[in-house]
């Protein structure tokens, strides 16, 4: 049986398979009909190595030896094991190797299948001591924040983990239905709780009306961390939440500080911090926290495309581009906006190229980009970009379209009233988009800057905050 075939029986009557498209980098990538919306979506299918209900299990079943996998982790130290479950308890034997395989350490862990988390703690004391590093309180308390006891919610967990970081819709959809199974199981397990927060906020802007589901997303990340504080992921999440939802910057910049306080290391605060610096316009500040997350976590898409979007509005183009080439090796699908190559191309006057670009895209998504009403507006083609605008316009009034993206496509147009219209329905909807390019000169909003009627609404907007 063919993948695809195996792949229809898989997702039954929900889906209609149509086609697999070229180019899926680590994963094979199809397009899809979703029989109940009646929509087109995007199917994701990694390979077996990679399948696992964690991300680590990329490396199963390979023949690349410890050299070959440092190299693509960046690491100088690998930490494997062999795992021997049995009738209600696990035998682990684990292993420290260097770069050319020299064992540095190892040791066997025998424990009752419900103390996952108790085994986990005692082989990370162990490598601790080995490599003669000191954990302090503070290191420990923020590792064992937000856990369960309950083998089944975790389980649950790490399958919705697995699932929030495609950062595709059909992705973070099925994240929320494993993170509901998990906190079904353990309604005090403050890591789903976090996991929820961020799929919700994945989803609004891009896919999902902006305030409704940054306040979703608000509202389960204050109860991951009312569950437990030392948590940093769900702080950093609040912080970001608070600036989306309610338009306190300040508080919310506060939290997500707190939250990379708790831990620098942690991959969701760090792409949650590094997020919010670019939709305020602190690419130096984002350029260093994605550069950090690169380290963390090297094969992350996330932090790859992260990284490219700074690069981009920071105006290192040529480097955007290259790192957008990695990012898509590591993920075609994961993007923060419509499309970094089509921003950068039509950036460095490829305009055609870009137009192809947003094209395939818009093509990719089933949707109209406003990427496209841009770029022809860049070549003087008013006619094509009114095309794309009014596309925009009709498929706003039966499911959710960002206001300011249309804005920024009049603007394009040197449309003044009309981009004013929509950035006003902006406002009114309370969108972060809206808040956040307005509080700092977004190239996307320049062609509005010197209008008295901007400067007063952008005035507006950083007075206003809500509860």
Do not use: C
């Not at 967990?157 to 239905?177: D, M, P, S, W």
């Not at 969701?268 to 670019?278: H, N, P, S, T």
């Amino acid at each position: 049986m063919s993948l695809r075939d195996e792949l229809q029986r898989t997702l039954g009557d929900s889906y209609a398979i149509e086609r697999e498209l070229e180019g899926g980098g680590m994963s094979r990538v199809f397009v899809a009909t979703d029989t109940t919306l009646g929509r087109r979506v995007v199917v994701k299918v990694l390979p077996g190595e990679m399948s696992g209900p964690v991300a680590v299990e990329r490396f199963k079943g390979t023949h690349s030896g410890p050299a070959e996998i440092a190299r693509q982790l960046g690491v100088v130290r690998l930490l494997s094991g062999k795992l021997q479950p049995g009738k209600g308890r696990v035998r682990l034997q684990m292993e420290l190797t260097d770069t050319t395989g020299t064992s540095l350490w190892s040791g066997t862990f025998n424990t009752d299948t419900k103390d996952n988390f108790a085994m986990q703690d005692t082989i990370t004391a162990s490598v601790a001591r080995e490599l003669k590093l000191v954990l302090t309180p503070a290191t420990l308390a923020s590792a064992r924040a937000g856990r369960t006891v309950n083998p089944e919610a975790h389980l649950l967990y790490l399958r919705g983990q697995f699932e929030k970081n495609k950062v595709t819709e059909v992705g973070l959809r099925n994240a929320i239905q494993y993170f509901t199974q998990a906190l079904a199981r353990d309604s005090n397990y403050a890591q789903a709780h976090a996991g929820m927060a961020f799929a919700y906020d994945m989803l609004a802007d891009m896919f999902q009306p902006s305030h409704e589901y940054h306040t979703l997303s608000l509202r389960a990340a204050q109860r991951a961390v009312a569950i437990d504080s030392l948590l940093p992921e769900a702080r950093t999440l609040l912080g970001y939440e608070i600036a989306a939802a309610t338009w306190d910057f300040t508080s919310g910049q506060r939290e997500i500080d707190r939250g990379l306080e708790l831990d620098p290391n942690n991959p969701d605060a760090l792409f949650m911090a590094g997020l919010f610096a670019w939709m305020i316009g602190d690419h130096q500040r984002g350029l260093a926290l994605a550069d950090h997350l690169m380290i963390i976590d090297p094969l992350s898409p996330l932090a790859a495309r992260l990284r490219a979007d700074h690069l981009w509005v920071a105006g290192r183009y040529d480097e955007a581009l290259v790192q957008d080439k990695r990012a898509r090796a590591l993920d075609p699908l994961a993007e923060i906006h419509e499309s970094t190559r089509g921003t950068v191309l039509r950036a460095l006057n490829r305009d055609e190229e870009a137009l192809n670009e947003f094209r395939n895209k818009g093509n990719l998504l089933d949707q109209p980009l406003a990427g496209l009403a841009m770029t022809y507006a860049k070549m003087g083609k008013r006619t094509e970009a009114m095309q794309v605008i009014r596309a925009l316009e009709a498929r706003e009034k039966t499911q959710w379209v960002e206001p300011t993206f249309i804005a920024m496509s009049y603007a394009a147009l040197d449309d003044r009233d009309a981009a004013m219209r929509w950035l006003q329905r902006a406002f009114d909807a309370k969108t972060f988009a809206f808040r956040s390019f307005t509080s700092w000169n977004h190239p996307w909003l320049r062609p509005l800057w010197t209008d008295a009627r901007y400067q007063a609404l952008r005035a507006r907007a950083m007075a206003t905050t809500f509860r």
